[in-house]
């Protein structure tokens, strides 16, 4: 699969989705459920409970959310670079995914409460009381499994085809 114009373009659009969706169904969170309180979907296996979470994954580094906000910042930035390397239609979409969920973290980092660069991250989704998520979380963890699958494989960040060898043997 080689590049084309309309793979690479589809990385924006993917990117775009991913974070209207989040910022939509955290929308819908926080205008629907009550902050702490369960909401069964799938018994206690799933259910839906709003937090708002200032630090990293499983609420690591709370102390250090400007940090978190910088971090977020530089994965969008390189992500970003990687973009234009993207030579499949399976890389893009990888990328593509993973950008649109570290766009709408940093978004929710930059502009929520409690003030600029020190946001909460909006979770509502409960995983058997494991951890509680957001839509973005199943972008960048789904995109960041696909692009390493993809790695793994050398299907994606593809190498630029060798130049043909030209053998000056006597």
């Known amino acids: 699969m080689s590049a084309s114009r309309g793979t690479r373009l589809s990385i924006p659009v993917l990117a775009t989705a991913v974070v209207a969706a989040?910022?939509?169904?955290?929308?819908?969170?926080?205008?629907?459920?009550?902050?702490?309180?369960?909401?069964?979907?799938?018994?206690?296996?799933?259910?839906?409970?709003?937090?708002?979470?200032?630090?990293?994954?499983?609420?690591?580094?709370?102390?250090y959310t400007w940090i978190l906000t910088v971090i977020a910042g530089l994965a969008v930035i390189g992500l970003c670079a990687l973009a234009r390397r993207v030579h499949t239609y399976p890389?893009?979409?990888?990328?593509?995914?993973?950008?649109?969920?570290?766009?709408?973290?940093?978004?929710?980092?930059?502009?929520?409460?409690?003030?600029?660069?020190?946001?909460?991250?909006?979770?509502?989704?409960?995983?058997?009381?494991?951890f509680v998520g957001n839509v973005a979380d199943i972008a960048i963890v789904g995109g960041a499994a696909a692009l390493a699958l993809l790695t793994v494989l050398r299907l994606e960040p593809a190498a630029s085809p060798e130049p043909a060898r030209v053998d000056n043997a006597v």
């Open 22 to 63: 989040d910022q939509l169904t955290k929308w819908w969170a926080q205008t629907s459920l009550t902050p702490g309180s369960a909401t069964p979907v799938a018994g206690e296996f799933l259910q839906w409970r709003l937090v708002y979470n200032p630090g990293a994954a499983f609420g690591t580094a709370a102390a």
């Open 91 to 130: 890389g893009a979409t990888a990328v593509g995914v993973l950008l649109g969920g570290a766009i709408s973290h940093f978004a929710d980092r930059l502009l929520r409460a409690p003030g600029f660069a020190r946001g909460h991250i909006v979770d509502f989704i409960d995983y058997n009381g494991y």
